[in-house]
């Protein structure tokens, strides 16, 4: 007989649901083919983290697991990345859809910007799909802008961090 195991499997509060599904739905699936016993645990303002305890085989609670961590990473997500006006033509340039449509398909994501004015300080990017692959996204969309620039314009440029929404 195999031997019973616990594990914790950290979910931030907001994929919780997601985990969950209508009604159960999801989780009981995963309950179901991982041969497990899957609880929920709510973080509070304590400490506690949430995310899902699970009682198993050694084998079940790791396909649990990374069931539960696919889940979460695959979430869609939106991120709003700034880009500070004098630099937004440099991602634009003359190709300028070309250069998203490529970076678009490259990493499965939608990449779009507003129109602006050129009175903005910042020029706000949306990129939608799945965090890694935004993220990963992001990361050519700087690589782009700085293959483009110049020196002075690299030391100018200071990197924010995204806003997710």
Same mark, same amino acid.
């Given at each position: ?50 995310? $899902? ?33 004098? $630099? ?27 129109? $602006? ?6 020029? $706000? ?41």
């Amino acid at each position: 007989m195999s031997r019973s195991e616990k594990i914790f499997v950290p979910v931030p509060q907001e994929y919780m649901g997601i985990v969950i599904g209508t009604g159960g739905r999801n989780i009981n699936e995963l309950k179901q083919e991982t041969d497990t016993r899957i609880t929920s645990c709510k973080g509070d303002n304590s400490g506690k983290e949430s995310g $899902f305890t699970v009682t198993g085989t050694i084998i079940g609670c790791e396909n649990a697991r990374l069931a539960i961590r696919h889940r979460i990473d695959n979430v869609s997500v939106t991120i709003h990345e700034p880009v500070p006006q004098k $630099f937004v033509r440099l991602l634009i340039r003359k190709q300028g859809s070309d250069n998203f449509r490529v970076i678009e398909k490259e990493c499965s994501v939608k990449i779009s910007w507003p129109k $602006f004015s050129g009175r903005e300080k910042d020029v $706000f990017f949306t990129m939608k799909g799945s965090r890694s692959n935004c993220e990963r996204a992001k990361e050519m969309l700087k690589a782009n802008m700085v293959s483009t620039c110049t020196v002075n314009d690299i030391r100018v440029y200071t990197y924010q961090s995204c806003k997710t929404a």
